[in-house]
C-alpha cells in the first residue's frame, strides 16, 4: 500500500483480556518495527523484524508480549492479560533494509490502546 | 549504546519567531540523523533527514544540519506558524550487525501562539 497501514486505530479492552495489533508495512519493505509510545512520553522500542525473523526483541517489556510477522509483510503484536500499563499508542514501522545508511523509517499512525 | 538527547518543552514561541531545537547524540558508528514531527492526534512524519556529515535537511521551513564535530543535528526554522505546534523527535539510524536501529530522543513540544 501508499503506508504503514495499523488497525484496530482505536481499542478499549477490559484488564485481564488479550488483544491483537494488526500492522501492514509498505510493499517491498523488509524491515519492520514495533514501538510503544505512552502518554507524555518518548517512543520505546519493543520489537525489530527483518523479514519474517526478528533479530532484535530487547524492547518487549514483559513475556505478556509477543510478536509476529508472516510472509514478510503483515505482522501482529499480542499483548495477553492486558494491564492498565499496557494502555498507550503502539507504533509500527517498515523500511527497506540495504547496505547503507540512510534507509528512512516510515510510520503508520498507530494503534490506540485503552485497558480499563 | 546510542543514544540521541533533545532539549526539554515545551517551548513556546509566538507566530513569526525564530525556532531553534537543539539535539545531540552519542553513536559507536556513522548513523543517519532524522527529524520527525507528531502533529496532534496524528502519527509520526517524517520531517527532514541527512545522511552524512554536513549534510542538510530541510522541509517545510525547516532546516537541520548534520554536525559530526558537535555531534549534533539542530533543528531550526526562521518564522513558525501556529501550524507548526507538535512534538518534534530527533533519531539516529545506523546499519549495526547487518541491520538499521532506529533511536529516538524523547520529543519537544512546540506550541505557537498568534
Known amino acids: 500500500g501508499a503506508g504503514v497501514s495499523q488497525s484496530p486505530s482505536n481499542k478499549v479492552t477490559e484488564k485481564g483480556k488479550d488483544v491483537e495489533l494488526r500492522c501492514d508495512p509498505i510493499?517491498?519493505?523488509?524491515?519492520l518495527y514495533w514501538y510503544r509510545q505512552r502518554l507524555g512520553q518518548g517512543l520505546e522500542f519493543l520489537i525489530y523484524?527483518?523479514?519474517?525473523?526478528?533479530?532484535?526483541k530487547s524492547g518487549l517489556p514483559s513475556d505478556r508480549f509477543s510478536a509476529e510477522r508472516t510472509g514478510e509483510s503483515v505482522s501482529t503484536l499480542t499483548i495477553q492479560r492486558t494491564q492498565q500499563e499496557d494502555s498507550a499508542v503502539y507504533l509500527c514501522?517498515?523500511?527497506?533494509?540495504?547496505?547503507?545508511?540512510?534507509?528512512?523509517?516510515?510510520f503508520g499512525e498507530g494503534s490506540w490502546l485503552t485497558v480499563v | 549504546g546510542d543514544s540521541v538527547t533533545q532539549m526539554e518543552g515545551p517551548v513556546t514561541l509566538s507566530e513569526e519567531a525564530f525556532l531553534t531545537i537543539n539535539c545531540t547524540y552519542t553513536?559507536?558508528?556513522?548513523?543517519?540523523l532524522f527529524w520527525y514531527v507528531q502533529y496532534p492526534g496524528e502519527g509520526l512524519q517524517l520531517l527532514l533527514k541527512?545522511?552524512?556529515?554536513?549534510d542538510k535537511g530541510s522541509n517545510k521551513g525547516f532546516e537541520a544540519t548534520y554536525r559530526k564535530e558537535t555531534t549534533s543535528f539542530h533543528l531550526e526554522k526562521g518564522s513558525v506558524q501556529v501550524s507548526d505546534s507538535a512534538v518534534y523527535f530527533c533519531?539516529?539510524?545506523?546499519?549495526?550487525?547487518?541491520?538499521?536501529?532506529?533511536?529516538f530522543g524523547k520529543g519537544t513540544m512546540l506550541l505557537v501562539s498568534p
Open positions: 514501522a517498515s523500511s527497506r533494509q540495504e547496505i547503507r545508511s540512510g534507509n528512512t523509517i516510515y
Open positions: 541527512a545522511t552524512k556529515a554536513d
Open positions: 533519531a539516529l539510524s545506523y546499519m549495526n550487525s547487518g541491520y538499521s536501529t532506529l533511536t
Open positions: 523484524f527483518q523479514g519474517n525473523s526478528a533479530p532484535d
Open positions: 553513536a559507536t558508528g556513522y548513523p543517519s
Open positions: 510493499s517491498g519493505h523488509t524491515a
